[in-house]
């Protein structure tokens, strides 16, 4: 025969306090004292007592839950913010239920029907493409979002949260081109989506003002392994770059690791700046130069936008721009002159050969 479940009643009891005050101090409705708190909160823990949200919510009506939708738990940028909202979420008494779309858009539907099924307080998301997950335009007006990341282009009647992509590509960019790189290979998921497009488009514009030409821009995908293969396959193909440019933590791994199965080596002749900056990068014998984004800062302005119209704030929508940085690492090498010289000539030349051709054809 199973034991009997632990009721608020059992955990009152124990800790020598009314029903009502366990309920205050698992529902946060009313404020309790510091020293009944952890009376009941220890009480809670010697009976191994679990709240019964699903009673609770019938009770009060409303949901202590908020869904967040992210496109790939595969990718630790998405891990990363879950893991930050969960603790704030936590801290204000809320639960939080997580799906992933898997950058698939109808999976994604599914998934949203499946967060909405629970009625929640309010959601996060972060859409999989560059458009409003269909069925989200209904729910709107009755209950508070907050888009993060991937911040739809033409703008959005809800709070957004995201980067400057545009800046952090210039920040790459312009880092690589002081050291003396004109030979640059941009390292893409998908320029489909928002953020990567700006990142390329900050990037490719200062190096076009700079060098004279666009640099190669190669999308990669948002998988390690398959954007292993699809680097690997044109550096087998193309004249090796004096630099590359990788516009995510995962196609920052297939860059290097299409570089590693070749054997050639970081920073020279090859120089890298990743993206995302996590302890991994600091952590190898070559430390790697990427730009930061502040995702603790990231979900610290998503949650807090999503408590106050929780919270019953009208407000216009407000969009948040947040910077990113660059960490610099060894993974650049600064070109010698001799080197930027041999660059200049090798790509005029280039230049000379393919108007030949062309005039030999005419």
């Not at 629970?118 to 997950?133: H, K, T």
């Not at 312009?174 to 990142?199: F, K, M, Q, T, Y």
């Not at 948002?222 to 699809?230: D, F, L, P, Q, V």
Request: proline share 5%; charged share 25%; aromatic share 4%.
């Amino acid at each position: 025969m199973s034991e009997r479940r632990v009721t608020i009643k059992d955990v009152a009891a124990r800790a020598g306090v009314s029903i009502a005050t366990v309920s205050n101090v698992f529902s946060g409705n009313k404020p309790v004292n510091a020293d009944l708190q952890e009376r009941v909160q220890k009480a809670a823990r010697d009976l191994s007592y679990q709240v019964d949200r699903a009673a609770s919510q019938l009770r009060s009506g409303q949901a202590k839950v908020v869904g967040v939708l992210v496109p790939d738990l595969d990718d630790v940028f998405f891990t990363s913010l879950v893991s930050q909202l969960e603790v704030m979420a936590q801290k204000d008494g809320y639960d939080i239920i997580v799906a992933s779309s898997r950058d698939d858009i109808g999976l994604e539907q599914s998934r949203l029907r499946t967060l909405l099924a629970w009625r929640p307080s309010g959601l996060i998301v972060i859409p999989c493409s560059d458009a409003v997950p269909a069925g989200l335009d209904n729910e709107f007006a009755r209950l508070p979002m907050v888009f993060a990341d991937r911040v739809p282009p033409g703008g959005s009647i809800v709070d957004t949260v995201a980067i400057d992509n545009c800046e952090a590509g210039e920040i790459a960019a312009r880092h690589l081109l002081e050291l003396g790189h004109r030979d640059i290979v941009v390292a893409a998921s998908n320029v489909a989506i928002s953020p990567i497009r700006e990142r390329v488009r900050g990037a490719s514009a200062l190096i076009r003002a700079t060098a004279g030409a666009d640099p190669t821009v190669i999308e990669l995908g948002s998988n390690a392994e398959r954007g292993t293969e699809a680097f690997l396959h044109w550096l087998e193909r193309h004249k090796r770059p004096s630099a590359v440019i990788a516009l995510t933590n995962v196609t920052t791994l297939s860059t290097l690791s299409a570089l590693a199965r070749l054997r050639i080596d970081i920073p020279d002749p090859v120089s890298v700046v990743g993206f995302d900056d996590y302890p991994w990068m600091s952590a190898r014998k070559t430390g790697l130069t990427a730009i930061r984004q502040p995702i603790a800062e990231i979900a610290a302005a998503a949650w807090e936008r999503l408590r106050r119209r929780m919270s019953g704030d009208a407000s216009p929508p407000l969009g948040t721009v947040l910077q990113t940085s660059l960490q610099v690492r060894d993974s650049v090498r600064e070109l010698s002159p001799a080197a930027r010289d041999d660059a200049q000539s090798h790509d005029l030349l280039q230049d000379q050969e393919t108007k030949t051709a062309a005039n030999a054809v005419h």
